[in-house]
């Protein structure tokens, strides 16, 4: 039995101790000895200090980084469970040091735009997630009357499309229903997360068969006309409003005066975004297509500058899988998400890390950011009272995707073949390391009332 660290009369013996000459903490990178009591983080100790365990690790100069949250991902399941499913997805994310996700509400079947759809999406993870899982709802037309419903049952707060969003069943608002749904959420207390491009600003994609092509029918005006809308409708109602996948950095600038007029409006970004350009993608390779698609190297430049002066709050993977006959045949037919979920702290480490960023860096856009975005106030740090949700991670290790080695459903990926640096050797869940081999430890999370 663990001892009680109430208990005066003896030593405290805690349940595992991590010690990392590179832990990233709240306040930046130094060495520390992290202890462990029950599923939460007890006391940050300095490295060489003896602190009594019944396991301790010694992870020398291996990274100690707070678990990634992730909170947007595709899972799809129920319903499109060929596409991806809880235990493939979560066994990815555990992999790549995520150890809590947010589930978008659609391309799983139903959507979650309704608690029945919700209760069915929780019956299909429950056992099977080998990190915590949370759920968006969403807001589409005609289910006004479900959202409060929703919100009651502990979904995150809801996403919209202002576009076409790929799918017949989860249509998207236009103007007015976006306005309804952001009063919706000023009432509620809760977030509206928004897919932004004007349809009006895309272009018929019939015969984008060639990336140029395709990158042409969808360019940085579809973003930022949306992004305006939205900030419009925020103003108009009070509503918290959050922008999904940023890929066009023009939009940074009236994101940027939103704020300082009070807006409550916050914008991630997505690391393909930060780390691929259209200049590389060959014609054909439809495993880079993802919708909004990657622009050029100018304007992953500015998304970096944004990320680094706070314009860009945190990164996300968008991990949006499909068969593998959905991602072939050109850009005009083929599915437009990209898988990603394993690989998003490798890729945006090796970009990052040439551009003068620190552990530091990443850890707040994975891990803090993300995590007090949706509220989730004891994920995303390593600091006493936290979710024992840690990572042991190599910053120096060099290594070379494979597709088919990913534990997301099916081997494709644009990383596939490339040369990354940074990889994640170990993952612990409140306090235990993941051990895909065995039972899954996951929880199904519900939001915070504050």
């Known amino acids: 039995m663990m001892a009680d660290p109430s208990d005066i009369s003896g030593p405290v013996v805690y349940d595992l101790v991590l010690r990392s000459r590179r832990t990233v903490l709240p306040d930046g990178e130094r060495p520390a000895a992290v202890a462990v009591a029950g599923e939460r983080i007890a006391v940050v100790g300095d490295y060489t200090e003896p602190i009594p365990a019944r396991r301790t690790e010694d992870l020398r100069d291996l990274a100690l980084l707070p678990g990634l949250v992730d909170t947007h991902v595709h899972v799809n399941e129920p319903g499109r469970t060929e596409w991806e499913g809880f235990a493939t997805a979560t066994r990815a994310a555990a992999a790549g040091g995520v150890t809590t996700l947010v589930d978008m509400p659609l391309n799983s079947l139903p959507p979650v735009v309704d608690t029945a759809a919700l209760t069915a999406k929780r019956a299909a993870a429950k ?204 850009f005009a037919t083929s599915w437009g998400g990209i898988a990603s979920l394993q690989l998003g702290l490798p890729v945006l480490w090796t970009e990052a890390r040439t551009r003068g960023h620190g552990l530091a860096d990443l850890a707040a856009w994975t891990s803090r950011g993300p995590a007090d975005f949706t509220r989730l106030h004891r994920k995303g740090r390593i600091a006493a009272g936290a979710d024992a949700d840690l990572v042991a991670f190599d910053p120096e290790r060099e290594w070379t995707v494979r597709a088919a080695d990913l534990h997301h459903r099916h081997p494709v990926t644009p990383y596939d073949g490339r040369r990354l640096t940074g990889g994640v050797t170990a993952t612990w869940l409140r306090g235990k390391r993941i051990d895909t081999a065995a039972a899954p430890r996951g929880r199904l999370l519900r939001r915070s009332p504050r």
């Not at 419903?149 to 998207?172: I, M, Q, R, W, Y």
């Not at 305006?228 to 950095?249: C, E, M, N, P, Q």
Request: charge should be negative; glycine fraction near 8%; charged fraction near 25%.
């Open 127 to 330: 056992g099977r997630t080998w990190v915590d899982v949370g759920f968006w709802g969403g807001a589409v037309p005609g289910n006004e009357t479900e959202r409060k419903a929703l919100h009651d049952a502990g979904v995150f707060g809801f996403k919209c499309f202002t576009a076409p969003s790929g799918v017949d069943e989860f249509p998207p608002l236009d103007r007015e229903g976006l306005r309804r749904a952001c009063a919706a959420v000023a009432a509620l207390g809760t977030v509206l997360i928004v897919h932004a491009e004007n349809p009006a600003r895309l272009h018929d994609t019939a015969a984008a068969t060639a990336f140029a092509d395709f990158l042409a029918t969808r360019p940085p005006e579809a973003e930022t006309d949306a992004i305006r809308d939205v900030i419009d409708a925020a103003k108009a109602t009070g509503a918290r409003v959050h922008i999904l996948h940023l890929s066009a950095a023009e939009a940074l600038e009236p994101i940027r005066r939103a704020r300082s007029d009070g807006v409550d409006i916050t914008a991630e970004t997505c690391p393909h975004y930060l780390a691929l350009t259209a200049e590389q993608i060959p014609d054909g390779a439809t495993a880079f297509k993802c919708c909004p698609p990657i622009r050029g190297a100018a304007n992953r430049d500015a998304l970096w500058d944004g990320l680094a002066r706070g314009g860009i709050d945190f990164v996300v993977s968008d991990h949006s899988p499909s068969p593998q006959a959905m991602k072939t045949g050109d």
